[in-house]
């Protein structure tokens, strides 16, 4: 007789890999083309990403190891097993508060830039609220709940990419993206630190290990999962650059939106494609900023366990709301970005080497 | 929270349940008048219940008959029982034993000829087969009853269901009496192993409920869920299977139907096949289906019978019209007064020229136009059919006419309104529409307030309900999160019957092989 393989909490290996991607794909492709360019010229940004994304597959592949290692178990439980239990509980605090801060982060990028799209005057504080209402809702179910959600709101979001590029195929001029190689590495490199950023979110596997039903395929999908974002980030920096040219991509705020803006929809249907493409987009916003909250959930349950999650969320919630409303403009919602991104490279690359390292010496083994 | 009120409500239930069945004295005695006066104190004695006191041929011993008036075959009773006993008994001029049990088995085996044949022990049974329509032969001296079955009453016969009518396949609906609904599953299922169940739903009711699945096929677990939602059910009465879908039914809170009602005979049968569990109830022609999904609202056995391609373009024309049906007004409602520069510059002319002049802003225009729809539908199914039409005409064409003239609502508005209309009819499931119907407000007021990104919101609101949706423990939302590729032959589009060899995998059926590969040899 068979099992009910999804009756529990339990999800396989597309569903990690549809979480991985939907995780990294948020706010953070809107502004990459601008944030390439910055330090780059014509197409040269392109080794940047190609630069960004081994390094991240290889992070990736660290992660995927160290999980394996520890089967059906959080980043509190395993750390508790490689070095001792107030190490862990440290560790699972710090996390939970990056992943706290990144849902603030994606919460205030999702209402500044609904404001800059589709409102005109209504307040931030308000559009941003309602996005965290929604979240709400969303966390205050079961974790598969979510991944669920990931696997619905992925193939939408892959296919207005499709359209996007597909629909700017006309626009794009090959003499925009020359000359070629003519960045200095430095340059490249500044590029490339840019584009590790935008590939944070990878991070969560630490603690959707716990519900995966086969350990075994972790590495596998999860390397899936990030390639999603690699490929999508190279098409998307290549036809930003195709059509805008470098000079006009360093001016523009949001450049992959403003991608969509150039559309035209043949037959005339509608105009201003870019508001369409941004209604879409707070989709995979908001699988982000939904699976970033869960984190946070799992992590602090895993310190303490006897809270009820609910109460966690009544209590997370205000702080977040009012973090995300701190920062006055664009300006200092940046550097808020960038502080969260150096957190999260320290905890998803840093300290998962380390513990692997430790790992490797100490000869954690884990029973049964 | 409401779960904790419901159980504790059933636990109490069960506490009264005890003290109704001390009343009715259970026994049955020798003695046969003393019988019959308890069965008359009992039923207090009513115009339609039928006593006939009379001898066995020519033994000198005394019996009776007792039926319901109209609930019997009259014809039966009269000619297999009542004739066969003292005809029988008095022609051979056999000497029927006078001893106790004899006479029992020598009625049962040389004089009733009847197929249903029972006996009972306590008066209970007895009043239950009675009230079913059983005939009772209650024999003096013996403490024990033979229950002839001999249902037979005035009934609507098998006809085309009025819910659900198809171009193409049969014609044949259920009805009120379940015996027949039962013959109809046979008549599709010849499996060996197709099983029905029998339980009584309602404490007073006691109606029949027949639980229907093919062995082998379906999952015990869902199997076993089924009974166990079933066993609590604890009412008076079920009149409809609408009742015992709320008691088991996941979550009341939703708008979806996560049981699905149908009307067609062929429609269960094949979902019997897919490994799902029919339940019946007498007197109603709606059967439950359960475990269901989001995505078997869209699927309907039309798709099966026509070729594949139409079946499949006709399936995607459904999804479309459920978009329709939940976001067109709202969408209407975002661009005209949040993003007109969404329209195309000709087309905002004439949508302009069209609003210019209107008191209302789009939402109110849309609220009163949806509200107005929604009242038509209801005043068209209530009244008479003749009627029926004349109304809808009056209301959808005058109405609709004068308030354009009026000024009152746009044209526009109007094609919108009437467009959702035809969407929410094209989805199969009347429940799902009616599902949809609701949704529709919630995006409308979102879209009256936060435009495309309201929408938006709502849109992930809905997908996280489905996603968190559950149907006897299958997700809501399967086969598409948990995904199930395989499934996905049978999803949006429906891929040629050759190519689906497979039942639904999201089901978990225990026999999951549908078909062989078309092979000569197989």
Redo the contacts between chains.
């Keep these: 007789m068979k099992t009910f393989e999804y009756g529990d909490n339990e999800i396989g290996s597309k569903e990690v890999t549809m979480s991985v991607a939907s995780m990294v794909i948020g706010f953070g492709v809107l502004t990459l083309p601008r944030t390439i360019v910055s330090t780059t010229n014509s197409i040269d940004g392109f080794i940047s990403i190609v630069i960004g994304g081994i390094l991240i597959l290889f992070f990736t592949w660290i992660l995927g190891m160290l999980t394996t290692k520890f089967p059906k178990k959080n980043l509190h439980e395993f750390t508790s097993l490689i070095i001792n239990k107030p190490v862990a509980t440290i560790l699972t605090m710090i996390f939970a508060f990056y992943s706290m801060l990144f849902v603030s982060y994606e919460m205030r990028g999702t209402a500044d830039i609904s404001k800059l799209y589709l409102f005109d005057d209504t307040p931030v504080e308000v559009i941003g609220f309602v996005f965290l209402l929604v979240v709400i809702y969303a966390v205050s179910g079961p974790s598969s709940v979510i991944i669920r959600i990931n696997l619905m709101f992925l193939p939408i979001v892959l296919c207005i990419l499709a359209v996007l590029i597909l629909l700017n195929v006309n626009f794009f001029e090959v003499k925009n993206i020359k000359p070629f190689f003519v960045t200095d590495w430095l340059g490249i490199l500044q590029a490339s630190r840019e584009t590790i950023f935008s590939f944070l979110g990878f991070e969560t596997i630490l603690f959707y290990n716990m519900f995966l039903n086969k350990p075994k395929d972790m590495v596998k999908s999860a390397l899936v999962g990030i390639s999603i974002p690699f490929l999508l980030y190279l098409l998307i920096f290549l036809f930003v650059i195709g059509v805008f040219g470098t000079e006009v991509t360093r001016n523009l705020l949001y450049p992959t939106a403003e991608l969509a803006r150039l559309v035209e929809i043949p037959g005339g249907f509608f105009e201003r494609f870019e508001s369409l493409f941004f209604t879409i987009w707070v989709m995979t916003l908001f699988t982000t900023a939904a699976m970033a909250y869960d984190v946070t959930l799992l992590a602090l349950k895993s310190v303490f366990n006897k809270v009820n999650r609910m109460t966690l969320i009544f209590i997370l919630s205000p702080i977040m709301y009012i973090i995300a409303m701190t920062p006055q403009n664009v300006l200092e919602l940046s550097i808020f970005g960038e502080w969260i991104s150096y957190i999260g490279i320290i905890l998803s690359m840093v300290i998962p080497v380390l513990l692997l390292i430790i790992a490797k010496i100490r000869g954690v083994k884990v029973n049964g | 929270m409401l779960r904790h009120i419901f159980s504790k409500s059933r636990k109490s239930n069960k506490r009264e349940k005890k003290n109704q069945d001390v009343k009715i004295p259970s026994l049955i005695y020798d003695d046969l008048t003393e019988n019959l006066s308890n069965i008359k104190k009992i039923l207090d004695s009513p115009s339609d219940l039928i006593v006939r006191v009379f001898t066995i041929g020519e033994s000198g011993q005394s019996c009776a008959v007792v039926c319901i008036d109209g609930l019997v075959d009259k014809e039966l009773v009269n000619e297999e029982i009542i004739k066969s006993i003292q005809i029988s008994c008095t022609k051979n001029n056999q000497e029927l034993p006078l001893s106790g049990k004899n006479i029992l088995t020598e009625l049962e085996n040389k004089v009733l000829s009847v197929h249903e044949l029972k006996k009972a022990d306590t008066l209970d049974n007895v009043m239950l087969a009675i009230l079913e329509g059983d005939t009772a032969l209650f024999i003096n001296g013996i403490n024990q009853v033979l229950l002839v079955g001999s249902k037979g009453w005035a009934g609507r016969g098998v006809e085309e269901p009025m819910t659900e009518s198809l171009i193409r396949g049969p014609r044949e609906g259920f009805t009120e009496n379940i015996r027949t609904n039962t013959m109809l599953i046979r008549r599709n299922v010849r499996d060996p192993n197709l099983r029905f169940e029998s339980n009584k739903i309602g404490r007073r009711s006691k109606k029949d409920l027949i639980v229907c699945y093919i062995e082998g096929i379906v999952?015990?677990?869902i199997l076993a869920e089924v009974n166990r939602r079933l066993k609590c059910i604890d009412v008076d009465d079920a009149p409809e299977s609408g009742t015992i879908e709320e008691w088991i039914e996941d979550s009341f809170l939703s708008p979806f139907p996560q049981i699905l009602h149908t009307e067609r005979a062929d429609k269960v049968s094949t979902s019997l096949f897919q490994g799902k569990v029919a339940i019946l109830l007498d007197g109603t022609p709606f059967v439950l289906i359960a475990p269901t999904t989001l995505a078997s609202l869209f699927q309907s056995p039309e798709d099966y019978y026509e070729r594949w391609f139409i079946g499949s373009l006709i399936r995607i024309l459904r999804y479309i019209a459920a978009f329709l049906a939940v976001f067109l007004p709202a969408l209407y409602i975002a661009?005209v007064s949040?993003?007109q520069?969404?329209?195309?510059?000709r087309l905002a002319f004439s949508l302009a020229a069209s609003r210019e002049g209107l008191p209302f802003p789009a939402i109110v225009e849309a609220l009163l136009m949806e509200a107005t729809l929604e009242l038509l539908r209801e005043a068209g199914i209530r009244l008479p059919k003749t009627i029926g039409q004349t109304i809808g005409i009056v209301g959808g064409l005058v109405i609709g006419e004068a308030a354009v003239q009026a000024g009152i609502v746009s044209p526009v508005m109007v094609i919108v309104v009437a467009l959702t209309a035809i969407s929410s009819f094209a989805i199969p499931s009347y429940s799902a529409g009616i599902a949809f119907r609701i949704l529709r407000f919630a995006t409308m007021l979102a879209a009256g307030i936060?435009?495309?990104?309201?929408?938006?919101?709502v849109?992930?609101?809905i997908?996280?309900h489905i996603?968190?949706l559950n149907s006897f423990?299958i997700?809501y939302?399967?086969p598409?999160?948990?995904?199930f590729y395989h499934d996905w032959k049978d999803l949006v589009i429906r891929a040629p019957l050759t190519a689906q060899h497979k039942r639904p995998q999201y089901v978990?059926t225990?026999d999951d092989t549908r078909s062989n590969k078309g092979d000569e040899n197989s």
């Design positions: 999952h015990p677990e661009i949040f993003h520069g969404m329209i195309p510059s936060f435009g495309l990104y309201g929408i938006i919101l849109y992930i609101m997908n996280i996603a968190r423990g997700p939302s399967a598409f999160a948990p995904a978990q225990v």
